[in-house]
């Protein structure tokens, strides 16, 4: 793997959020950029919330590319930029930050990254019929970005919890800005769940239920599963979730969560530099 070379045109991108240690994306982003043979380095920043006002200053200041937003900063970042792209604004969260001339510029990619896996194994999106499972983050971002895509209609099941009324004031929102027709369902209810599936065309698990070490969990049923649905899953861990596994088994096209992560990467590439991404590279270097 290639090794950046620092100098002193060398250009900086971070990652703010708190905690940041454990994250991979400073080895990630710095491997890309050096594969790609661009003087750029990527690199962590322990922020809170109330330090993200100086630190977007800062970053503005000191000639920062842009950086990344991770918890529990995104839903706070936005009043600190100069600017927001339609997506970020209707999501109320911010996790991709680009610097030009001075001024930052919010985009969120988490959506965006879900949406373009799909349609990087064939999936149609405009006129598209989702059922989608889960609005926390990753969901609602999923539901504003198919929503904003034009999709025809998305029917969502979210857990009937103390966060229920945020759920169907945000899915009221987003409906109505985008004049989409969006149906909010609980969760519990497998049958409803079923009606709606086998009359979608896309199926998606924005929950973490599959996720390693629980890799049997799996909400969607088999019999949920039918010829022409498009299956997604946002979990990478394990790459084949049962869901996933069944919906291959099945011979429907299926959509892993890595996917998702990789072009949620590659996004922020572009937006920061132009640069498109080798997501291959980064993928056998990483996650093989």
């Known amino acids: 793997m290639n090794q950046p070379n620092i ?13 940041v240690d454990h994250s991979m994306s400073p080895a990630m982003h710095t491997a890309s950029y050096a594969h790609m043979g661009e003087d750029i380095v990527y690199l962590s920043f322990d922020v809170e919330p109330e330090g993200l006002e100086a630190a977007v200053e800062g970053m503005k200041i000191m000639g920062f590319v842009g950086a990344n937003v991770t ?6 970042v936005g009043q600190y930029l100069d600017e927001l792209t339609p997506a970020a604004e209707l999501m109320g969260a911010v996790n991709t930050v680009a610097i030009r001339d001075g001024k930052a510029i919010g985009h969120n990619t988490d959506g965006a990254g879900f949406v373009k896996n799909l349609e990087n194994n064939g999936v149609a999106i405009e006129g598209a019929h989702v059922t989608l499972i889960g609005c926390g983050g990753a969901g609602s971002a999923i539901m504003t970005q198919l929503a904003l895509d034009k999709v025809a209609h998305i029917d ?5 919890d103390q966060f229920w009324n945020a759920t169907m004031a945000r899915v009221a929102t987003v409906a109505e ?11 519990a209810d497998l ?3 079923k009606s709606c599936a086998l009359k979608s065309t896309i199926l998606i698990n924005a929950t973490p239920v599959g996720m390693a070490p629980n890799t049997e969990g799996c909400i969607p049923t088999e019999d949920m599963l039918h010829e022409g649905l498009a299956v997604g899953d946002t979990v990478y861990n394990p790459r084949e979730t049962k869901l996933i596994k069944m919906a291959k088994d099945k011979g429907l096209v299926a959509c892993g969560g890595l996917g998702m992560l990789l072009q949620q990467a590659a996004l922020g590439e572009e937006f920061w530099t132009g640069s498109k991404m080798d997501t291959k590279f980064i993928e056998d270097s990483f996650y093989n």
């Not at 100098?7 to 905690?19: D, N, Q, S, V, Y």
């Not at 918890?71 to 706070?76: G, I, L, R």
């Not at 969502?156 to 009937?160: E, H, I, P």
């Not at 800005?177 to 909010?184: A, E, R, S, V």
């Open 191 to 193: 049958e409803d769940m």
């Open 71 to 76: 918890m529990p900063c995104k839903t706070f």
């Open 177 to 187: 800005k985008t004049n989409t027709p969006i149906d909010l369902h609980d969760l």
């Open 7 to 19: 100098t002193g045109h060398t250009k900086l991108i971070g990652l703010l959020g708190h905690p």
């Open 156 to 160: 969502v099941f979210n857990a009937k």
